[in-house]
């Protein structure tokens, strides 16, 4: 049966997106088969993967609201075995129109089950906020991987986010298990991010991923082209750390998540 991973901080500009879109393209390329949720209005993993706006006409929004089965708004991407379920500006509605449902934290379970026996790894990319549509990504997860950039705020938003999936833990979702912490935007040649990566590994201990994501040109570009790191520059530092990254969960799932 497949594994769900949410991909969520509550605080922007960590590397969340990218992580989503690399994390499933490097699955993919090892031939594992892998679905990509957008669960972001901004649609930016989608577009991060070749699908341009404009070019779908149903989205997970149809999916979560209008009951569509989650199977066809499914569309391929340029890797065989990455799937991507995309998300446009209507899912920024999907908020308000959830809150009436039933069982509204539980929609996007209902419509990812399914596909559980189809794909080996399902990975969702969530907004940079603690709302409903994060709320449905954490509450059909198994697990969730949680980007930290280095910088000096780190530690105080880690306490933060902990707090919050001990809460979704204890009222929703009692399954839910981190995948790992992975420390993103580190830059070698700063005496603030070697700190700030002695700090967290202290403090969270063997639930931070060998794993570190560098700061990365390459690694910023691709996003522009459509294209995931592994596909527009493989031989980047950028595109060796998500592949590490990919090997280290794949690890996890032969073990169970840390």
Known sequence: MG????ISNQKGGVGKTTTA?????????AEISTLLVDMDPQGNATSGVGIRKGSFRRSIYHAL????NVANVIRSTELEFLMVAPADRNLAGAEVELIDVDKREFQLQKSLNP????YEYIIIDCPPSLNLLTLNALCAADSVIV???????????VSDLWETLVRIRRNLNQTLSVEGFL???YDERTNLSNQVVSDLRDFLGKQVFNTVIPRNIR???APSHGKPI?????????????????????????????
């Open 3 to 6: 594994k769900i991973i949410a």
């Open 21 to 29: 879109i690399n994390l499933a393209a490097s699955l993919a390329i």
């Open 65 to 68: 609201i209008m009951q569509e």
């Open 115 to 118: 596909l559980r026996d189809k």
């Open 147 to 157: 980007p930290i950039q280095c910088e000096y705020f780190a530690l105080e938003g």
């Open 183 to 185: 420390l993103t935007m």
């Open 219 to 221: 690694l910023a570009e």
């Open 230 to 258: 592994i596909l527009y520059d493989i031989k980047s530092r950028g595109a060796e750390s998500y592949m590490n990254l990919a090997k280290e969960v794949m690890e996890n799932g032969k073990k169970g998540a840390r």
